[in-house]
């Protein structure tokens, strides 16, 4: 339960059912896809690993989240995008705050606005959430018999 890829899976489910259906990614900040390239579909949320913290029960895993929209050559869409992409980033932290039974989000999320990010002509919100999780131990000298 305190691994990243349960956090990813859980994440992924989620988000899979959540109305603005975006694309989701899990990854290092530097391998961050060439935005303005993709054919993939918008939005995207795209989690960057950040930092990990064990204590006696939990585990914290620490990412950079970007909930990213095409911006529209005009810029007509711009406020549509900013406001969407709040409203994204602000579902994660409420349900994984207050709805999910294992994952919690702890301290508050601030968020910054991205105008063009990347010169990507994409646009949104940044933030760090921390999630966390029960700590659990794998006994590893029972693996293999």
């Given at each position: 339960?305190t691994?990243?890829?349960y956090?990813?899976?859980?994440?992924?489910?989620?988000?899979?059912?959540?109305?603005?259906n975006?694309?989701?990614?899990?990854?290092?900040?530097?391998?961050?896809?060439n935005?303005?390239t993709?054919?993939?579909?918008?939005?995207?949320?795209?989690?960057?690993?950040?930092?990990?913290?064990?204590?006696?029960?939990?585990?914290?895993h620490?990412?950079?989240?970007?909930?990213?929209?095409?911006?529209?050559?005009?810029?007509?869409?711009?406020?549509?995008?900013?406001?969407?992409?709040?409203?994204?980033?602000?579902?994660?932290?409420l349900h994984?705050?207050?709805?999910?039974?294992?994952?919690?989000?702890?301290?508050?999320?601030?968020?910054?606005?991205?105008?063009n990010?990347?010169?990507?002509?994409?646009g949104?919100?940044?933030?760090?959430i921390?999630?966390?999780?029960?700590?659990?131990?794998?006994?590893?000298?029972?693996?293999?018999?």
């Amino acid at each position: 339960m305190t691994s990243i890829k349960y956090l990813k899976n859980e994440l992924e489910t989620w988000l899979s059912s959540h109305p603005a259906n975006p694309k989701v990614f899990f990854e290092f900040t530097e391998q961050m896809p060439n935005l303005a390239t993709m054919d993939e579909a918008y939005p995207l949320i795209f989690f960057a690993f950040n930092t990990s913290e064990s204590y006696t029960n939990v585990i914290t895993h620490t990412f950079t989240v970007y909930c990213l929209d095409r911006i529209a050559d005009d810029r007509s869409n711009i406020v549509d995008v900013v406001s969407e992409m709040q409203l994204l980033m602000n579902d994660i932290y409420l349900h994984f705050q207050t709805n999910h039974p294992v994952i919690d989000v702890i301290g508050l999320v601030s968020s910054e606005a991205l105008n063009n990010f990347d010169l990507d002509y994409v646009g949104g919100w940044s933030a760090q959430i921390t999630f966390e999780l029960p700590q659990i131990c794998i006994n590893y000298t029972n693996f293999g018999d």
